[in-house]
């Protein structure tokens, strides 16, 4: 016989370790495996053929995924007088193929290197499976197969909502070979995308007031990174005439859809997080995904909407999470109508970045304007009991450093709404009359 090559594996006997073999051949170009065979092509026969093709078959029914065993067939052959398993097999069409065991990571997934069953590289198995699946993330099959689903679970029974194995396949979070997808991956606990969230001193990111990172399933994330957000959306009041106005820095439902939007529309082909900045005049949402092939930014702002994750939005829409495909940035925009400031959206082509500037009102003479920033509008309202404040009230007030007084009282300076009185260390202001 020929020797060992690319497309051809001797064995003596089955063993255990053959299925490594049918691993590789199903993953390359497929092969045949000669039992009774020893390694210099010598057929030396078996006691019980029968018995050694049983093993094999079933070792590769219950050892390797997905199920393979209709790319296999098996037929005895006479070689030099001995009797010798020959089982062939075909490249399959759902590669990677894998042990069981091991799952779709190097020591699970083999190939073939000339007369060697070899682990694949971790580049190799993700070439395979998008070769298999495809180029959407959220369609190929997850590398991580040790899955948990405890936040999904409570999203949709708090929705009344079944969620058992038939619709998780209905809605791809298994797929039809019964692994699970990248879009379970991204509802599981073991997701491994974040959110970052950092809040600044004033409008630039000179300095840091505090960090978060929001980990697990992104519908975790979502309600996280929400009650984060929430937490620095204040409540500021101010009075017209007898009536008392209160309202947030942020619309609410900006908020609301901006983050909505970051989370569904993220390219999670890439490793990087959403990174969610509070600025003393606004935030800001950056998320890695540009704009979808054939869709423009006008489009994007009149509604239309080409979903990169569409399975990962009918999980949200099932939850009632968002309402209708391509609202969002409408949304956002109709919230700010009322208002003198807009928000803004900015696209690159691998991200794209929601500003959302706060609102802030004061009355200033008869009117109600939205022209100061949030430490600009908590000096306001220490001014309104008549009492003149120093600089140094401001530093202890707002927690903040001279430099940062000393600018914000400028900026209010400017805008005409208080006035200096005093000089040196006897400085002081009041509101402007």
Do not use: W
């Amino acid at each position: 016989m020929k020797r060992e090559d690319i497309n051809t594996e001797f064995k003596k006997q089955f063993v255990k370790d053959i299925v490594k073999t049918v691993v590789a051949f199903a993953n390359t170009n497929g092969g045949i495996i000669y039992i009774g065979v020893d390694d210099f092509g010598e057929a030396i026969g078996l006691a019980n053929y029968d018995e050694e093709l049983l093993k094999l078959t079933n070792a590769v029914r219950d050892n390797i995924r997905p199920d393979m065993t209709a790319f296999t067939s098996s037929d005895f052959e006479k070689i030099n007088g001995q009797d010798v398993i020959v089982y062939e097999v075909q490249k399959g069409t759902s590669c990677p193929y894998y042990l069981t065991s091991k799952g779709l990571k190097p020591e699970g997934v083999y190939v073939r290197q000339g007369a060697s069953s070899v682990p694949a590289s971790q580049s190799a198995i993700l070439k395979m499976i998008k070769e298999t699946d495809g180029d959407r993330y959220e369609d190929l099959r997850s590398l991580n197969q040790n899955l948990e689903f405890d936040t999904l679970r409570k999203e949709f029974k708090n929705a009344e909502i079944i969620l058992e194995e038939p619709q998780m396949k209905t809605l791809k979070i298994i797929a039809e070979d019964g692994l699970y997808t990248n879009l379970g991956l991204l509802l599981s606990e073991q997701c491994q995308h974040t959110i970052k969230a950092a809040v600044f001193e004033g409008t630039s990111k000179n300095l840091f007031k505090d960090r978060y990172e929001f980990t697990g399933s992104v519908l975790k994330q979502m309600r996280e990174a929400y009650a984060f957000l929430d937490r620095y959306n204040r409540t500021q009041s101010v009075f017209k005439g007898i009536d008392r106005i209160d309202s947030r820095e942020y619309p609410e439902a900006a908020l609301r859809e901006a983050l909505l939007n970051s989370i569904v529309h993220k390219d999670y082909s890439f490793s990087s997080s959403t990174l969610v900045s509070v600025f003393d005049d606004r935030i800001e949402i950056l998320t890695v995904g540009g704009l979808v092939k054939g869709i423009t930014k006008d489009d994007i702002l009149i509604g239309t909407s080409i979903l990169r994750n569409k399975n990962l939005a009918n999980v949200f829409y099932r939850l009632k999470l968002i309402e209708a495909y391509g609202t969002g940035i409408l949304k956002i925009n109709e919230s700010y109508e009322s208002y003198d400031v807009n928000p803004k959206l900015e696209i690159s082509d691998n991200a794209f970045k929601i500003t959302l500037p706060a609102i802030r009102i004061h009355e200033v003479g008869n009117s109600l304007k939205t022209m100061f920033n949030a430490s600009e509008a908590r000096i306001l309202e220490m001014l309104k009991s008549n009492e003149p404040i120093k600089r140094s009230d401001v530093e202890h007030a707002l927690s903040i450093s001279q430099p940062m007084a000393v600018k914000l009282l400028k900026g209010l300076l400017n805008k005409n709404a208080i006035e200096r009185i005093g000089a040196g260390k006897n400085t002081q202001y009041i509101l402007k009359t």
